[in-house]
């Protein structure tokens, strides 16, 4: 049975009786810069085009974000697969050349969009020293070697990657998944995300909650855009003050 649910202030500590704390990636601990993004697109049309493609960067994007999306449900395993999905939704004949290409550019610059928000690493450090940490994210193939680049794989007991599941959030067996690799009761943990989709699903299965208003989509795809967390803070750099 979960607590009543409790509006906090950073400044005081929760009375919650936690383990285990379970973290989303994207717009809870790393964004997307926007500039470095325009540039990873403006590459991949340049590549495309050459090879025949004769859309605009706008409809690039829409295709892609289609296959970023299927791709977070197990469609793709790997870079190849992910990108002969997209080319499959391009209308544009596969080809070796051009695969490795798109591989090659992908490994190159794909890592460098995102940036961690300001205070992630001595949060994580924190929450390591008092808790076991599990990373979930809603991700397509290839996310293990940003986190990687990022320099906080380490800090995660496990990492558990939608594309690898083949379910993503709020789908209950990508938190259960977590649980058993933590092997540790949905009661004695929290999930953290930006994200009121993702809490709803985790209190389904009795875990705790905390909402960190950062994300551009707090309430994108959430049944009820009221919904109360346990927990909430307006950054992640001060979720040490409250767990």
Not at 28 to 38: C, E, M, P
Not at 160 to 180: C, F, H, M, N, W
Not at 199 to 207: R, S
Request: aromatic share 8%.
């Amino acid at each position: 049975m979960l607590q009543k649910d409790i509006l906090m202030h950073p400044s005081k500590k929760s009375k919650l009786d936690l383990r285990g704390v379970l973290i989303d990636f994207g717009d809870t601990l790393a964004y997307v810069d926007k500039y470095i993004n325009r540039k990873y697109m403006a590459g991949l049309l340049s590549i495309l085009k050459k090879h025949g493609y004769k859309e605009n960067i706008d409809q690039l994007t829409l295709n892609l974000d289609d296959v970023y999306y299927r791709s977070s449900k197990g469609e793709a395993k790997d870079l190849e697969e992910f990108w002969t999905l997209l080319l499959a939704d391009l209308a544009m004949t596969k080809n070796t050349e051009l695969l490795d290409e798109l591989v090659e550019f992908w490994s190159h610059n794909y890592s460098k969009i995102f940036k961690l928000y300001e205070g992630v690493t001595p949060v994580l450090s924190d929450l390591r020293s008092k808790y076991k940490l599990a990373l979930v994210s809603n991700c397509s193939t290839g996310l293990s070697k940003v986190i990687e680049a990022l320099g906080i794989a380490s800090f995660f007991e496990t990492i558990i990657l939608s594309y690898e599941v083949g379910a993503r959030k709020p789908d209950r067996r990508i938190y259960l998944q977590t649980l058993r690799s933590i092997k540790l009761p949905s009661e004695k943990c929290i999930f953290v995300s930006d994200e009121i989709s993702d809490l709803e699903g985790a209190k389904e299965i009795g875990l705790k909650t905390l909402l960190v208003r950062q994300g551009a989509h707090t309430t994108g795809d959430a049944k009820n855009p009221g919904f109360k967390p346990n927990l909430t803070c307006n950054r992640i750099s001060e979720i040490t003050e409250l767990i």
